[in-house]
């Protein structure tokens, strides 16, 4: 009877380490765990919804997602570890937060580089299909990148004062990420690293003085409540994150399943970027005219402030080319990559406008 119990013990315990969703050949539903950093609300919430509906309707209900929301299954740094493990099938999978596993992906992220959502989520998703570089970086990783995000231009939230000059950042405490880090630090800022989802109570508790946002999720993620000025100071974007998938899933799917799941990814980063532009007029309406009570002031910055605040950016690239060297990679080459593919997506904006425009 003791051998009896403990073989069953063991048999149960083998079950629940099992990931519920693994697959096998006989397999005709894929129930996929999906790994988000932030709530159920947003541009990009949004957007990862439409997509999750697509791929069931598409497949005819063989792909199905459930979402853990609000990093409930994963810590949003620890995703990338937990899609090439499998412990998530998929999740939002952010360069910036693993710089040594993604130092090319990690261009994306330089400061003042991108100004058009659109344009940099389609440059660097086909700089993806043309770039060895960066398809080695998530191999290695046993995850493919199925689409890319961006988080919107880079704004500066404050609480108690606005910011509209170098002189305004001295001695402020500002959560910063990746190439921002060293901007904010040369413009006399102290940089303070956090992640995403303990801004509302660093801002709430006085931790911090304030933190690189984007327009859309100071409203979406509640930092409104907590934060009264906004310095559109459009210092580029976070480029360097997508939705990823686990590699060794993805292959074992069946070829019609994989191609519904590319095509439907492709066409996400349309949509988001369409629920962005949208979402960011609305939110700047709603929070200028106050939620609940509490108002948001948005403050420019001048065109000299500007040139200042980019030049302070410029080390970033130097940096980052003298790192590509070091490693063998023709960080010339594929800058070269990176401006044309640039160019050919601001040209189709300007000759056409954009994939949802009625002159398309």
Known sequence: MLRLALCGAIAAAAFFATPISIQNAEAKVYNLRYADIGPPRGPR???????????????????????????????????????????????????????????????????FLHGDAWIGMRTWHELRQQSPELQKETARQKVMILANNTSGPVQLLTTKSPVTSVADLKGKKIRTSGGWTNLFKSLGAVPVKIGFGELYAALDRGTIDGTINYTPFVKSYKHYEVASHVTESKMGQVLGYGIGINTKLFKSMPKKLQDIIVKTSDQYMDVYAKNYMADSDDAKKAMTAGIDGRKVAFHQLSAAETKKWAAAAASFKAEWIAKMKKKGIDADAFLAKFDKIHAKYKKIVADKGYPWSSTN
Not at 54 to 72: M, N, P, T, V, Y
């Open 45 to 111: 919430a949004a957007a990862l919804m439409w997509w999750a509906d697509e791929l069931e309707k598409r497949s005819g209900g063989d792909i199905k997602i459930k979402f853990f929301w609000s990093q409930s299954l994963v810590k949003g740094k620890a995703t990338m570890k937990a899609v090439g493990s499998g412990l998530s099938d998929t999740g939002t999978i952010l360069g910036i937060y693993t710089p040594a596993e993604f130092p090319v992906w990690n261009y994306a992220n330089t400061p």
